[in-house]
């Protein structure tokens, strides 16, 4: 089996000190900047297009994050390598399945979700990938890529449809983040999986950083006020914007 069908586990047994990339090298920025011209060239395509068009769009982007969610599954089964950890129940993998309901519904709640949760979460992925001890070529760090960058896109292309965040449906965001957490913490427990990092920082480099300052017991409690301050930056111009407009 060559290393483009090496899942992160395989690599990690086979070449423990492999690195593809280190965290804002050369490569990493410019992978990055690429990252960004697609997403803004995305945006101000979906822009120009009609209604009709725009949801064909939205399915289209839907049916893409799932064919490439299916790409990590198969091509670990066929490779005898998948695991319980590569079940769609990730933070962001969660959202894959919000984008598709969105695509068909449009509402304000789901597309906040992706506003509140979604970008932060996927952006967060590309700057600080867990991925960097695979080689570019390769197919789970393919998917990696792809995957986050089509679940920045989406949110944001509601954004340029016209979506406007609110923050007073936050609370609700994070009702359904408690929701989520609570069967996800006990299902970890069970089949020794490590979604939503309730079990550990798994290599995450911020979550790591957060364990260094409050420990690894309550490493978690540190994304509170991160999440918060983030928050903060996404929704000021917002609210700005619209007290400006009740001004008018």
Not at 84 to 95: A, D, M
Not at 165 to 185: A, D, G, M, S, T
């Amino acid at each position: 089996m060559s290393e483009f069908w090496y899942t992160k586990s395989t690599m990690d047994k086979l070449d423990p000190d492999y690195l593809n990339f280190s965290h804002f090298s050369p490569i990493h920025l410019l992978i990055t900047a690429l990252f960004i011209v697609i997403i803004v060239a995305a945006m101000l395509y979906y822009r120009k297009l009609d209604e009709k068009a725009r949801q064909k769009f939205l399915y289209i982007m839907s049916a893409l994050l799932i064919a490439d969610e299916l790409w990590k599954h198969i091509g670990s089964a066929a490779t005898g390598q998948w695991e319980w950890g590569f079940l769609p129940l990730h933070l962001c993998s969660i959202n894959i399945f919000i984008c598709v309901i969105n695509s068909f519904k449009r509402d304000d709640f789901t597309s906040e979700v992706l506003y509140s949760v979604c970008i932060p979460g996927a952006s967060l992925a590309l700057l600080m990938p867990t991925w960097t001890d695979l080689p570019f070529w390769n197919f789970m760090s393919l998917h990696s890529n792809s995957i986050h960058v089509l679940l920045v896109m989406y949110p944001l292309l509601l954004l340029a449809g016209g979506f406007k965040p609110n923050f007073k449906r936050l609370p609700k965001v994070l009702l359904l983040l408690l929701c989520e957490c609570v069967p996800i913490y006990f299902l970890n427990k069970i089949i020794g999986t490590n979604f939503f990092f309730l079990n550990g920082t798994s290599g995450n480099p911020v979550l790591k950083l957060l364990a260094s300052v409050f420990g690894k017991e309550f490493y978690f409690i540190g994304c509170v006020p991160i999440l918060l301050i983030l928050w903060v930056f996404m929704y000021l111009p917002w609210f700005i914007a619209g007290r400006k407009k009740q001004k008018v």
